[in-house]
Every structure is written in C-alpha cells, then in structure tokens.
Nanobody, 124 residues
Framework: QVQLVESGGGLVQAGGSLRLSCLASGHTFSTYAMGWFRQAPGKEREFVAHISWSGGSIIYADSVKGRFTISRDNAKNTVYLQMNSLKPEDTAVYYC?????????????????WGQGTQVTVSS
C-alpha cells in the first residue's frame, strides 16, 4: 500500500522560509515522478511543482517560480519543497502526490496517490 506522509508545515511570517518533506513508502519511489500541490480555503487544489523520477526535469507554477525549490532524495524515498520569500497568499494545505501514467503534470487527475497534507500559514 502506497503511503505519502508530509511534514514541515507551520506558521511563518511573510518573507520567511519553510522546508516541506514527503516520505513515500509502499512503491518503488525512484521510478515515479512526484508533484506538490496546495489548496487554500475555498479554492481548488492547484499545482505547485513537479519533479521527474531522476530529478532531471523540474517544473514550477508561475506563482512560486524563483521562490520555491523542489528536490528529491531517492535513497531516502523523500521529496522536498523548499519555500523561501513566503507570502500570505502561499497560505494553504500542501500535498505531495505520486504521478500516474497519464495526464498532464499540472492536473490533479494525473496523480494516483496523495498524502494527507501539511498546513502552511504565512502571516503578514
């Protein structure tokens, strides 16, 4: 059974940083692309970042480009999201997900497995 467990969320002031982690188990982590999404209250879940199985291909949403960095350590079955220069509009529950075999990397439906999410709150 595939499990994804996020950690690292919390409360931070605007301009601060957080590092999210997502520990995967139950599948061959190193063969799957991974994504980070977020969902703010009253809004749809939105794409944040994507990383290929090797880490050689990385894509960001325009809203986080230059501030967030996605990375992975296949030896530790973990994907990370380093978030710098945080803004109040980054406040959301952040989810990691394992990409499936079809669909576009930015589409919710392209991902087969999801973590439970971790709350990130940025105060102004």
């Amino acid at each position: 059974q595939v499990q994804l467990v996020e950690s690292g969320g919390g409360l931070v002031q605007a301009g601060g940083s957080l590092r999210l982690s997502c520990l995967a188990s139950g599948h061959t982590f190193s063969t799957y692309a991974m994504g980070w999404f977020r969902q703010a209250p009253g809004k749809e879940r939105e794409f944040v970042a994507h990383i290929s199985w090797s880490g050689g291909s990385i894509i960001y949403a325009d809203s986080v480009k230059g501030r967030f960095t996605i990375s992975r350590d296949n030896a530790k079955n973990t994907v990370y999201l380093q978030m710098n220069s945080l803004k109040p509009e980054d406040t959301a529950v952040y989810y990691c997900a394992t990409e499936g075999l079809g669909g576009h990397y930015s589409d919710y439906d392209a991902y087969d497995y999801w973590g439970q999410g971790t709350q990130v709150t940025v105060s102004s």
